[in-house]
């Protein structure tokens, strides 16, 4: 059975970092494209990024390009947002995704597993 599971949110101040991971199982990880998605209070989900298959290419959301990293290691079956320069706007719940194939995709309805989230709160 398919399973991702997010670990590493928390309450950080305002400029702070976090570092999230995905430990995932029941699926070939190394042939999956993987990403971080979150959603605030009242608002849709939405997309902060996508890392392809083996790590080589990646695609950030404008919002947190410079701030936000996201790897993989396939070796481990955890894919990880390193988050820094946090701003109480990026307080939301962080979703790890996965999908087959290597399109690096911003749209919710294209990737096929999630997990149940991990609050991130930032506090200025």
């Known amino acids: 059975q398919e399973q991702l599971v997010e670990f590493g949110g928390g309450l950080v101040q305002s400029g702070g970092s976090l570092r999230l991971s995905c430990a995932v199982s029941?699926?070939?990880?190394?042939?999956?494209?993987m990403g971080w998605f979150r959603q605030a209070p009242g608002k849709e989900r939405g997309f902060i990024a996508a890392?392809?298959?083996?790590?080589?290419?990646?695609y950030y959301a404008d919002s947190v390009k410079g701030r936000f990293t996201i790897s993989r290691v396939n070796a481990e079956n955890t894919v990880y947002l390193q988050m820094n320069a946090l701003k109480p706007e990026d307080t939301a719940v962080y979703y790890c995704?996965?999908?087959?194939?290597?399109?690096?995709?911003?749209?919710?309805?294209?990737?096929?597993?999630w997990g149940k989230g991990t609050l991130v709160t930032v506090s200025s």
């Open positions: 995704a996965a999908r087959p194939g290597g399109a690096l995709a911003s749209q919710v309805t294209m990737w096929d597993y």
């Open positions: 029941g699926l070939t990880f190394s042939s999956y494209t």
């Open positions: 890392v392809s298959w083996i790590g080589v290419s990646t």
